[in-house]
């Protein structure tokens, strides 16, 4: 019924009350019966009525406001609101979450929230489907992270926030708010794999740092690269600019027997038009880009490989190689993945270039050896053998006139020279030779070497190895400081007429100390500065000495012996 005929209504149900009730009063009693009296009350009646019925109105129509207000708030809401009834289904829902969960709005209404449309780890909804209005405590009205089955199949990440509502009748039912978070979830994943990336990107830097030889390790960062990128093929190859043709060295995942050991023209493709360019290369149809290359084509197209990285590396400004990864499915490659993919191969290129420096030292080392064995052996086997034709020759001659003691005193004469010889051989080989297992600590080897070197020629050798002293170093500095005291004790065998030698090794701060002192006779330091000074081998020593970034001094004076001192700076941490 309609407030204006209710207020009428009412007005006349009141009237007739007070009406009835002066009657009867009349009836019981002496009450007077006065018209105004009645005017009056009946006015009274009328006022009250219409303010109160006219209240009621305006009530309704702020209600209806509100509801209207709520409605369209309901309906433009940029959240997903689904409200569900005391039974946990979907009394009603929003164009947002019909949006959010694929299905329409009618579809939605009379869903089971926790059996349909909400994935659950078990067969409850907590929080969600409170029995009563007493279970929606205050922690169950905090933001949950739920997951919803989106229409087309695939799960939906959402942030939910609950509200409980009180229906009819007192049963309990609840309002979901719902927004999505599949952009922030796939933030999240990202940068956890950027950061997995970078720490296995750094990992991977540190093992390649501590190679001495990049070949034999290149299998096991092309693992690495296939794990940290998520590819099925990592490859490496050399890059010949002239030839204009790249080798696949090292091939690791899908199509590495193809691909490893095999030939590729590069003015054929995209790839490798980019990368004789100097320029990274980036696709999502490997196999497409080489339509024109037989060859690549029959690399890369059983099964086909789709994206792709390619990135050339350079070592002295020459062009040296290229590190590729492929995928069989279509990935989009970002920026900072082609980024990383770049920094490993500089990585990678740091590597290759210290490899060839060590082989360059490493021959520099061996040219050196070499050129002081020759200078050993043209200044004592090539003198001696030359001296040894020409005596031979003399008996030859003598044997010719038939002068038997002639022929006599030359063969004791050669027969002494033989004897030296066999001496200087055994002293060759005693300096070439390290004592001591190879991988013992350098006091150990160096007593061992003392030993020898006094058994050997009955010079008194005396060795201290002060406390605290690095007993280890790289094998790079140990050999050439090992290789510096032979050369010492070899001028002290050949040339001092010693009879004791003391080698001494201490640190004092940061610097390593070895003194090789004799009491032989001595000599004049300026005047055997030159390597062809009878074996004295002061440059030699020098040479060794620099190449590990020491100092050498030599002090000797005639009749008082000679010291030979060498400063090391130590590394921190160096041991």
């Known amino acids: 019924m309609h407030y204006r005929t209710m207020r009428w209504g009412v007005f006349v149900l009141a009237s007739l009350f007070v009406v009835l009730t002066e009657y009867h ?22 006022i009250f009525t219409m303010a109160m019925f006219n209240r009621f109105e305006q009530l309704e129509r702020e209600i209806r406001a509100q509801a209207g207000r709520t409605r369209a708030l309901f309906e433009a809401s940029g959240l997903g609101i689904i409200l569900l009834g005391p039974d946990c289904c979907v009394a009603e829902a929003n164009g947002s979450a019909a949006m959010l969960t694929g299905w329409s709005r009618g579809e939605l209404v009379g869903m089971k929230a926790c059996t349909e449309l909400i994935e659950t780890s ?12 007493s279970e929606a405590r205050p922690d169950e009205q905090a933001l949950l992270n739920l997951n919803i089955r989106h229409r087309d199949g695939r799960t939906v990440p959402v942030m939910a926030s609950l509200a409980p509502l009180m229906t009819t009748g007192g049963q309990t039912g609840m309002a979901v708010l719902m927004w999505d978070i599949s952009e922030r979830v796939r933030l999240e994943a990202e940068a956890a794999r950027r950061r997995r990336q ?10 390649i740092a501590a190679f001495s030889n990049l070949n034999r390790q290149m299998d096991r960062i092309l693992d690495r690269a296939r794990s940290l990128f998520d590819m099925d093929l990592v490859a490496w190859g050399v890059l010949d600019e002239t030839a204009r043709t790249m080798t696949w060295q090292a091939a690791r995942g899908t199509a590495a027997d193809r691909i490893r050991g095999t030939v590729q023209a590069m003015d054929t493709g995209v790839m490798g038009r980019w990368l004789l360019a100097g320029r990274h ?3 999502r149809d490997l196999a497409g880009d080489h339509s024109d290359a037989p060859e690549a084509r029959a690399m890369f197209g059983e099964p086909p490989l789709l994206t792709a990285m390619a990135v050339p590396f350079r070592i002295r400004d020459n062009a040296y190689g290229v590190l590729l990864c492929a995928a069989n499915r279509s990935i989009s490659l970002q920026d900072e993945d082609v980024m990383l993919f770049m920094h490993l191969s500089g990585y990678i290129a740091t590597a290759a270039e210290n490899s060839l420096l060590m082989d ?7 040219l050196e050896e070499r050129q002081r064995l020759a200078r050993e052996m043209h200044d004592s086997f090539g003198q001696t053998l030359t001296y040894l034709g020409m005596r031979l020759h003399f008996i ?30 055994r002293r060759s080989i005693f300096q070439l030779k390290e004592s001591g297992q190879p991988r013992a600590p350098m006091p150990a080897r160096w007593a061992q070497l003392l030993a020898d070197f006094q058994e050997r020629t009955g010079i008194q050798a005396n060795f201290h190895f002060d406390e605290g002293t690095p007993s280890r170093f790289d094998e790079h500095v140990q050999s050439h ?3 510096i005291l032979q050369e010492a004790l070899a001028n002290v065998r050949n040339h001092s007429g010693a009879v004791s ?11 390593l100390h070895l003194t090789i002192g004799d009491d032989g006779c001595g000599f004049e330091v300026g005047g055997a500065a030159g390597p062809a000074q009878h074996h004295f081998g002061l440059s030699i020593m020098r040479e060794r000495a620099e190449a590990v970034g020491a100092a050498l001094e030599v002090r000797s004076t005639r009749g008082q012996g000679t010291v030979v001192s060498l400063k090391l700076p130590l590394v921190s941490g160096e041991a």
């Open 122 to 133: 078990g067969t409850n909804c907590p929080g969600i489907c409170p029995r009563d209005i």
């Open 360 to 366: 360059e030292v490493q021959h520099m080392a061996t």
């Open 501 to 511: 030698v003391a080698v001494r090794v201490e640190k004092t701060g940061g610097v």
């Open 25 to 46: 009063l009349k009836r019981t009693s002496d009450l007077p019966s006065e018209i105004l009296w009645h005017a009056v009350l009946l006015l009274g009646i009328l």
């Open 396 to 425: 030859g001659k003598a044997a010719e006139r038939g002068d038997t003691e002639a022929i006599l005193k030359e063969t004791a004469g050669l027969r002494q020279v033989i004897q030296e010889t066999h001496t200087e051989v």
């Open 281 to 283: 290369y980036v696709t």
């Open 481 to 483: 400081l090992t290789r």
């Open 198 to 207: 970078a720490e296995g990107l750094s990992a991977i830097g540190r093992e």
